[in-house]
């Protein structure tokens, strides 16, 4: 079985760190440092057919649930504190359900264990409209993007996966054939009889309606132990519009 790509800082109590759809490790480096200077061992990992772990055909929660307890095994923890991010956020519900003695601390920010209708279709078809072989610079996919993706901000989050894979050509590093193809998975609900009773802490932006205040019922069927907490000022990617109080949340729960 392959082993999941990651990025290691800091030494002290494990805490594992897993992105969201179309995202990478890099994008928490700036948090998963500040992590480190609290006295953890942080994994920034890259989760299937993302950032630079392998590809496969195969991709929905509990196959990424799975990839996630071999890392845990590879490198022998006993346990670990988990914090997921909106696709990221549903793995790390399934594992904490599926492992229970595998976490000390579980934190999910901005999903719910509920399904969510497919809603990411027309940036998989703005992306398939790059024609990769043609496209020579990051400027120039910007370019051609913005014809059909307005928003600049996501437009920036999805060209940090351009990397060069020879001279004079470009690719991302997600798998955009599989990913396209697995779509209705990300929305997936959490299986009615999962659940984990250890330390559970919701986060999810002031801005965003991933999480809805009557969400916290069917959140508390499967975490019972689980605080919602909301960051100020912050959409869907809340780590990055507030990270100075998404710290600080994450902390104060890490901590007690």
């Not at 579980?106 to 027309?122: E, G, N, R, T």
């Not at 002031?206 to 959140?219: G, Q, V």
């Amino acid at each position: 079985m392959s082993l999941l790509h990651s990025n290691i800082l800091g030494e002290g109590k494990p805490l594992m760190i897993l992105h969201g759809f179309l995202g990478m490790s890099d994008n928490w480096k700036t948090l998963g440092t500040q992590y480190a200077q609290h006295g953890y061992e942080v994994h920034l990992i890259d989760q299937r057919n993302h950032g630079k772990s392998f590809w496969s055909e195969e991709f929905n929660y509990t196959i990424l649930a799975e990839d996630l307890n071999h890392y845990f095994n590879y490198y022998k923890f006993s346990s670990a504190c988990v914090l997921g991010h909106s696709m990221g956020g549903k793995t790390a519900m399934t594992f904490a359900c599926k492992y229970q003695d595998l976490v000390d601390k579980l934190i999910v920010a901005d999903i719910a264990p509920k399904f969510y209708p497919s809603h990411h279709q027309y940036i998989i078809d703005a992306l398939k409209t790059l024609r990769m072989e043609e496209i020579s610079s990051r400027s120039q996919a910007d370019f051609l993007l913005a014809e059909h993706l307005h928003d600049w901000g996501i437009r920036q989050f999805l060209l940090r996966n351009l990397h060069w894979i020879e001279k004079g050509r470009l690719a991302f590093r997600f798998n955009l054939d599989v990913l396209s193809q697995k779509m209705e998975e990300i929305g997936e609900s959490l299986g009615h009889t999962e659940s984990f009773t250890g330390p559970t802490l919701f986060l999810r932006g002031s801005r965003s309606e991933y999480i809805a205040t009557e969400d916290l019922s069917e959140i508390k069927l499967h975490f019972p132990k689980a605080e919602l907490e909301t960051i100020d000022d912050a959409g869907h990617w809340l780590h990055a519009e507030n990270p100075q109080q998404f710290i600080e949340k994450s902390m104060v729960f890490l901590n007690s």
